[in-house]
């Protein structure tokens, strides 16, 4: 494709963050260099150093949110940026100025249908945190209860809007046009982002994701995620239960050795592998900033497992179902359903916060995570590269047999570490990386399978750094095809593999009639498709094009010399015309291996 002339302006300024900011190697490599011009500003810091990632990730929040996701989801391709720049986008923040006050109510009575003043007995006109896409709010509800209030920026959809057309046409030009677009899902990578912000975007989409969530993990009673508010969440406002924790870093020794830390790791990955392996809907962004550890004794919501146990005066009821008729409102009367009665104390709890960015995996991409987690927890490198050749495309050149040893060799280094020291998510990036060398075009869900998995395991590490995951990992997953084995031998999977068993038996005599028919009336076709074929027969049209050119070449000179006694003027002109042909493919030659070889390289 051709990008529109409003877009090339828009290009150079793009691929200009990297020329000035230390990835000039990477736009070179891609062939991006030639659309961006040096304008002399470049940092004084040397390429990959910690001061030119540091400026590029500010140079991201200087630009705006579209930019500061697109930098969030960037930190999670190793196989396109150095681990220096991964690191400081890893730590990517977007704190702005907030926006005024009169703003905020504005917002909320427009979208609520009243008065602030009527809607909530208090509600904090300095804000407890404040992004580029919307700023938070302490208050509380006339019924007594300490909520959070989330109220999204005035005008923010306009601003974004032209940001993601354009990244959207910039990324079909690199499929189209760049080296690396060919390995790289970089349509894949703009489609999470604009699904990521138009889930930001409306608060309806991000309180039913923490619906979901809390009714999911309803059934660990050490996991809290905050209940929402159905009647006071729009579009522009989102209203959940207040928490009030204490940030992991921020656990006191003295807090650390006088409680126990371990079971809410465990049931922190338990409620992962759950989310990834068997729902196929998982918080993608579970980094330490948006989990909190509620320490005994401080005032904070219940659990739903401590609401069916001890009761709560706010508990949902079937007439609130039925009168509400909300997913929000079914999704928590779900979760008190599943929610186990326990009466054990528990000396420390742990929250989960900001549901906006989620992702979905298909069945097919379920199944292949739980094989090449299996394939991790059991060192079964050659299991873990055929899960991911499964889901990937194949490219045409592709090398199966130095992908599938190159997999193993991760998987078995990673194996031979400390238990403890086992980091799926780093394992997995290894992998995606090894995927992009070797010719193997990987989903981009997978990125963010893989950071979710990365920040999952330094949240448990940070919590215990005792814990074992890889046991859990071990042990879940072997409950998981315990309960897909019973799944499969009930009445209801027994019929219907009867019937299709049936259903297979009665075509089957009509299916070898039909084959019978073909083979003898000569009337069979076998396709074989074989990924290196293609590369094979290239390479063998050039070599016998250019034994004809030379063919070609030789004959014309033969001719020449023949011609010279008789018409010496014709004789010459055809030796003129050799040697243009001659020097013609000297040079076509030349610049196509040139080409070819650069190409390998990148």
């Known amino acids: 494709m051709i990008l529109a ?35 002399g500003t470049e940092p004084a810091a040397s390429a990959g150093s910690e001061e030119t990632a540091r400026a590029f990730r500010e140079k991201l929040v200087e630009l705006g949110p579209a930019y500061i996701k697109l930098g969030q989801l960037l930190s999670s391709r190793s196989d396109l940026l150095p681990p220096v720049y991964i690191r400081e986008l890893e730590r990517l923040q977007d704190d702005v100025k907030p926006t005024p006050f009169e703003e905020i109510v504005r917002i909320v009575e427009e979208d609520l249908g009243g008065r602030i003043s009527k809607l909530f007995a208090s509600f904090e006109e300095e804000p407890i945190g404040s992004a580029s896409l919307g700023q938070a709010h302490a208050a509380v509800l006339r019924d007594g209860r300490d909520v959070v209030v989330k109220v999204q920026r005035p005008n923010i959809r306009e601003t974004l809007a032209a940001d993601i057309e354009f990244f959207r046409e910039f990324a079909k030009f690199m499929v189209d046009h760049t080296s690396a677009g060919r390995r790289i899902d970089f349509v894949g990578i703009i489609s999470q982002l604009e699904r990521a912000l138009a889930d930001e975007l409306d ?31 729009t579009e522009r406002v989102l209203t959940t239960e207040r928490i009030r924790g204490v940030k992991i870093d921020a656990i006191s020794p003295v807090t650390r050795t006088e409680l126990d830390f371990q079971p809410i790791a465990d049931e922190l990955m338990r409620a992962y592998l759950k989310q990834i392996t068997i729902e196929g809907h998982f918080h993608a962004d579970p980094h330490p900033g948006n989990v909190f550890i509620l320490l005994p004794n401080s005032v904070n919501p219940h659990t739903p497992s401590e609401i069916v146990t001890y009761g709560d005066e706010h508990e949902v009821t079937t007439a609130d179902v039925e009168a509400s008729g909300s997913p929000v409102t079914r999704s928590e009367a779900g979760a008190l359903n599943a929610a186990p009665i326990d009466t054990r104390p528990l000396d420390v709890k742990l929250a989960l916060i900001d549901f906006g960015m989620t992702a979905r995996l298909t069945p097919q991409l379920r199944d292949a995570c739980v094989r090449v987690l299996l394939g991790l927890a059991d060192d079964r490198g050659e299991d873990v590269a055929d899960a991911l050749i499964q889901i990937g495309e194949v490219l045409p050149d592709f090398e199966r047999s130095q992908f599938v040893k190159e997999i193993s060799d991760v998987v078995s280094r990673s194996y031979r570490l400390d238990a403890g020291d086992l980091d799926a998510g780093r394992v997995l990036f290894d992998a995606i990386n090894a995927s992009y060398r070797r010719g193997l075009r990987l989903p981009a869900d997978l990125t963010l399978l893989a950071k979710a998995l990365t920040n999952l395991g330094d949240v448990s590490r940070a919590l ?11 042990d879940y997953l072997a409950e998981i095809a315990t309960m897909r084995a019973q799944h499969q031998m009930n009445p209801r999977q027994l019929y219907k593999l009867i019937n299709q068993s049936w259903e297979f038996a009665s075509a089957l005599p009509h299916r070898l009639d039909v084959i019978t028919k073909r083979l003898a009336d000569n009337d069979i076709q076998a396709r074989l498709d074989l990924p290196q074929v293609s590369v094979l027969l290239e390479g063998l049209q050039k070599v016998a094009n250019r034994v004809f050119s030379g063919l070609v070449l030789a004959s014309i000179i033969i001719a020449s010399a023949m011609l010279l006694k008789e018409r010496r003027q014709l004789g010459s002109w055809g030796f003129i015309i050799a040697a243009g042909i001659a020097l013609y493919m000297v040079i076509s030659i030349l610049w196509n291996d040139r080409h070819t070889a650069k190409r390998a390289r990148t």
């Open 464 to 474: 215990d750094p005792s814990f074992r995951p890889l046991d859990t990992v071990r």
């Open 5 to 39: 002339p409003k877009y090339l302006g828009r290009v150079a300024a793009t691929v200009g963050l990297f020329t000035r900011y230390g990835l000039a190697d990477f736009a070179r490599e891609q062939g991006l260099d030639t659309l961006a011009k040096s304008d």
């Open 203 to 233: 608060y309806r989409v991000e309180a039913q994701n923490a619906a979901h969530f809390r009714r999911s993990l309803a059934e660990f009673p050490r996991l809290l995620v905050p209940r929402v508010i159905d009647g006071y969440s």
